[in-house]
């Protein structure tokens, strides 16, 4: 295990249904969206845990089986920069949260943190992100182009949660 994350921290995401066990970095992947989102945690101030959320997503264009024009492709990404950074109050800490949003080639890396006393809290608040990037992921897709894994998938899961 990592000699900087704590052992509290370790333990909840031990503990916690969707993540995977601790990397040799101390990092966890969550289980449960398609992305690649991981977590990881430092020692705070005051007792405190940071927790360091990234979410990587794929670019429009590399998710569609159709030409996605480039003003297409970046107002997209805008609009998605946009919500993500609007993230509101997702998470039960009542975190001030401001996630960052860059694009890295052919993906959009949304990365935030937020710091927390209640380990367990703060794990379940970063795996709220996590969820919120996948939600505002999907409500950015634009219909009528057909789309490949994982968007395909998710779309799928959305339309039988929704009732069609």
Request: net charge negative.
């Amino acid at each position: 295990m990592s000699d900087t994350t704590p052992d509290r921290a370790l333990r909840a995401f031990r503990s916690h249904d969707s993540l995977d066990d601790p990397d040799t970095d101390g990092t966890v992947r969550v289980t449960t969206t398609p992305f690649d989102a991981t977590i990881g945690a430092s020692d705070g101030t005051d007792g405190r845990i940071e927790f360091a959320v990234t979410v990587r997503v794929p670019t429009l264009s590399t998710v569609t089986e159709d030409e996605v024009a480039d003003v297409v492709e970046d107002g997209w990404a805008d609009t998605f920069r946009r919500r993500v950074e609007n993230i509101g109050a997702v998470t039960a800490g009542g975190h001030d949260l401001t996630p960052q949003v860059e694009r890295d080639g052919e993906e959009l890396v949304v990365t935030a943190s937020l710091s927390d006393l209640d380990h367990d809290r703060g794990a379940n608040d970063a795996v709220a992100v996590v969820d919120y990037v996948e939600g505002t992921y999907v409500q950015g897709v634009i219909p009528g182009y057909d789309y490949t894994p994982p968007v395909d998938g998710l779309i799928d899961a959305a339309r039988a949660a929704g009732g069609g």
